[in-house]
């Protein structure tokens, strides 16, 4: 017993699980080269880019054999309440720095409009969010990581498809000093994953070469290049921030309750400006959304805060890119104060998903995360209960929901 109980603990020590696991990640890049090869990378390349790499073992989101695994790295956009994500500060900032530098790349941005069909102040919103117009210098050797997280990582095939999209880059000629990228592999100015940029990489400055490392130009144009591609209509606004009437029945939000915004007005709601919809808007599809529940602004949001949301799965990222889209343009901050919803841990809304699903409620995922489905989800089940509908996960409704459901398991299965 003693013996066995030594293996164990040799098997399960950091330093034999390390020579383990390493021995393992050389085999797995080894074993790359046929379907690199089929994508017209050399040996040379090839060889080059992978020999002597060592795991980064310190990334997120991993499973390393012999350890316990960590709960999966949190998105600010998820993990954030919205008040601090939204920050008021930060996005005013940004919105200067935006000012200036629409004026300086003007030529390049009237450009993009005429060729690709993307409004410029989107395209500047988008770079101001991923790398703060460049001043945010990503940490990470591209390779590194995305091997890394192929063959450690949650989704290996996503990463070990985006590994040989980084060696073709390679092998397109672009140096790896400049292939800098952050924990999950995203590189450039506008922070593209390794297959995007021959999906949507753009020329814009024509020198022959898409380069999304250096060239303003050509990382804007790209960046609108993946939103056209995404379903981006030049001109339409993105949302507008309303108010909610008296009764207002706040599970009323999603994409499967859009409608034309004309139907939104005769259910009372209205700019929060004031200003009433002009003729064209109100003929214009759009949902409800409202990133704190009944806890701060409320928006009706149109087919490009969906196109948004496609750069970036997140109703906050694509709040943020919209608002700071708008406050290049001149307008300024949201006219709805946030009340600051508390928010929960990670595993309590994977509860609350949870004892939806057992409710009754259609949950797609239980994934921890607060997005209009959940909280239309929260709304619809506070309706049914009785209960003052929030569509806001809290401590009091988690409370609620244990003692109505005390025989469903907590744990996560």
């Known amino acids: 017993m003693a013996a066995l109980f030594a293996v164990a603990v040799a098997l399960t020590s950091p330093s034999a699980v390390s020579a383990q696991a390493q021995d393992g990640f050389r085999g797995f890049l080894q074993a790359l080269w046929p379907d690199a090869q089929r994508l017209g990378i050399t040996r040379p390349v090839f060889d080059d880019a992978l020999k002597d790499l060592v795991p980064d073992l310190t990334l997120p989101d991993l499973i390393l054999p012999g350890r316990e695994n960590s709960a ?5 956009e998820f993990t954030r309440p919205p008040q601090d994500y939204l920050n008021k500060a930060m996005l005013e900032r940004l919105a ?18 005429v060729e690709i069909g993307v409004d410029g102040n989107a ?25 890394t997280q192929a063959y450690f990582g949650r989704r290996k095939e996503t990463f070990r498809t985006e590994l040989l999209a980084a060696l073709r880059l390679l092998q397109s000629g ?9 924990w999950a592999g ?5 922070q593209f994953m390794p297959s995007e940029f021959a999906t949507h990489g753009y020329d814009l400055d024509k020198d022959g070469k898409v380069d999304l490392f250096g060239s303003v130009p050509d990382a804007l144009a790209s960046a609108a290049k993946q939103l056209k591609n995404k379903g981006w209509v030049l001109g339409l606004p993105w949302g507008f921030e309303v108010r909610r009437p008296t009764k207002a029945d706040c599970a009323l939000e999603g994409p499967n309750n859009g409608r034309p915004i004309s139907d939104w007005v005769k259910l009372g709601y209205v700019r929060a400006s004031g200003r009433p919809f002009s003729p064209e808007h109100l003929a214009v599809e759009a949902y409800l959304m409202q990133p704190a529940g009944t806890y701060g602004p409320v928006f009706l949001v149109t087919e490009n805060f969906k196109v948004i949301r496609r750069y970036n799965t997140s109703d906050l990222y694509a709040l943020f890119v ?3 889209t708008d406050r290049i343009g001149g307008r300024g901050d949201f006219m709805t104060p946030w009340a600051e919803p508390k928010m929960l841990a990670t595993r309590d809304i994977e509860e609350i998903q949870r004892l939806l699903l057992k409710s009754g409620q259609t949950v797609d995922k239980i994934d921890g995360k607060i997005g209009s489905g959940t909280r239309q989800q929260i709304g619809a089940y506070q309706n049914g209960a009785k209960l003052t509908a929030d569509c806001w996960p809290t401590e009091a409704l988690l ?9 469903v398991i907590q744990a996560k299965p």
């Open 186 to 190: 995203a590189m450039g100015l506008t």
């Open 96 to 113: 200067g720095q935006g000012r200036v530098l629409a004026v300086k790349h003007t030529d390049s941005l009237k450009q993009i409009e």
């Open 399 to 407: 409370k609620q929901m244990r003692a109505a459901m005390p025989a």
């Open 72 to 76: 999966p790295k949190g998105q600010a």
């Open 174 to 182: 672009t140096p790896r000093a400049t292939m800098k990228a952050s």
């Open 123 to 147: 395209v500047l919103a988008i770079w101001g969010r991923e790398t703060a117009f460049g001043t945010y210098k990503l940490p990470h050797d591209a390779i590194r990581v995305l091997a």
């Open 322 to 324: 919209g608002n700071l």
